[in-house]
Nanobody, 118 residues
Framework: QVQLVESGGGLVQAGGSLRLACAAS????????MGWFRQAPGKDREFVAR????????YYADSVKGRFTISRDNAKNTVYLQMNSLKPEDTAVYYC???????????WGQGTPVTVSS
């Protein structure tokens, strides 16, 4: 069982940066794939980025590639999403998730809102 709590969201101007954090409880955090997803108003939830349990492999949605960086610190049970060069279309509620495979996530956080103003 893993519980996830996101933080770091807020209001930022276009071109700015934010760093999201997702703190996990549970002694088996280091064995899970971790992912970030987002849901904009009126739209479906979409994949943003994921990272393997070791942190050695990452994968990004085309829309954020080159601007966002996912990382994890297993000693702190935390996964991060560094977001640079933010655009208004990045406005959404951002969720972190944990799973036993890179495409299926069993545990979800409550989300943290990000608003990018133009």
């Amino acid at each position: 069982q893993v519980q996830l709590v996101e933080s770091g969201g807020g209001l930022v101007q276009a071109g700015g940066s934010l760093r999201l954090a997702c703190a996990a409880s549970g002694r088996t955090f280091s064995t899970y794939f971790m992912g970030w997803f987002r849901q904009a108003p009126g739209k479906d939830r979409e994949f943003v980025a994921r990272i393997t349990w070791s942190g050695g492999y990452t994968y990004y949605a085309d829309s954020v590639k080159g601007r966002f960086t996912i990382s994890r610190d297993n000693a702190k049970n935390t996964v991060y999403l560094q977001m640079n060069s933010l655009k208004p279309e990045d406005t959404a509620v951002y969720y972190c998730a944990a799973g036993n495979s890179p495409v299926k996530y069993e545990y979800w956080g409550q989300g943290t809102p990000v608003t990018v103003s133009s």
